[in-house]
């Protein structure tokens, strides 16, 4: 058998295997240089399904594995800045969601680290995104089971480094918007790894898989609005324009132009607005 052909098959067989339906885009799946965002945190992703790694002197987190096809570009960038996949000890997540939970089954195997997961989303993952909410069945990926699950406020220490979960539901019911304090010269930062509060078509009123979807929207805005945040960080790079800051980074800008409280409030108001119209639209009904 040719290897072309090979390839096909083991495509279509496994994507049979875990009944995989995640349309993967590729425009989302484009191959980006790995850098060093600040501190011990780098960017591993594609040029939108983001993944970043957070090391330590005791082994490595690292956070989203983007889509199934995203593993071996997260793999290459982890290479190429001179760590070793093995070394990864933890893997977290953002949300269950395929862009972002797609590759973490292959992860877990490759790097035999453990996985912690919120307590709602660690169901989603073990379903594979199946009975999703507002999905359905429509975004499927290899089912993972997490090894330890958490509830809100948990801290994931590993090697010196703490990384706060906090869960902020209702893009899915176990969201978890991570957050750390690093040092940057004399410089203290609050880095946010917001998960998201995007609307992508919710059903909002009368969702019966998830009845109290708006008041969790509702709670996380509050929430996320209260955080103080220096350094902005989300699952998707072009929610913070990653390519943008990463370009004036590159040319050696004297502020970290990934520090942007900013951008962070005009993220929140711009998914809120959403938020909003999308409620009240479904309200009216
Ligand atoms: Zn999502």
Known sequence: MNKLFFYAFLFVFSSSVFGQT??????????????????????????????????????????????????????????????ELTDVKAIINSHAHCDHAGGLAELKRLTKSRLYASEADAKLLARGGKDDPNFGNELLFEPVTADSTFVDGWKLKLGGVSLTAN?????????????????EGKRKLNVVFVCSTSVPGYKLV????????????????????????????????????????????????????F???????????????????????????
Not at 47 to 53: A, E, G, I, K, R
Not at 218 to 226: I, L, P, V, W
């Open 167 to 183: 869960v902020t539901p209702g893009h899915t019911k176990g969201c978890t918007t991570w957050t750390t304090a690093v040092k």
């Open 206 to 257: 009368g969702n019966e898989k998830y009845p109290e979807i708006a008041s969790d929207y509702e709670n996380t805005f509050r929430r996320m609005r209260a955080m103080k945040v220096d350094l902005f960080l989300a699952s998707h790079a072009t929610a913070y324009g990653m390519s943008e800051k990463a370009e004036k980074l590159k040319a050696g800008a004297k502020t970290n132009p």
């Open 22 to 83: 995640c349309n993967t885009d590729n425009s989302w799946n484009q191959p980006v240089e790995p850098f060093k965002i600040t501190a011990n945190i780098y960017y591993v992703g594609a040029n939108d399904v983001t993944s970043y790694l957070i090391t330590t002197a005791k082994g490595h987190i690292l956070l989203d594995s983007g889509f199934a096809e995203t593993v071996p570009l997260i793999k290459a960038n982890i290479a190429k800045l001179g760590f």
């Open 259 to 285: 520090i942007d409280p900013a951008g962070y409030k005009a993220y929140i108001d711009a998914t809120e607005s959403s938020f909003r119209k999308t409620l009240e639209m479904q309200r009216a009904k």
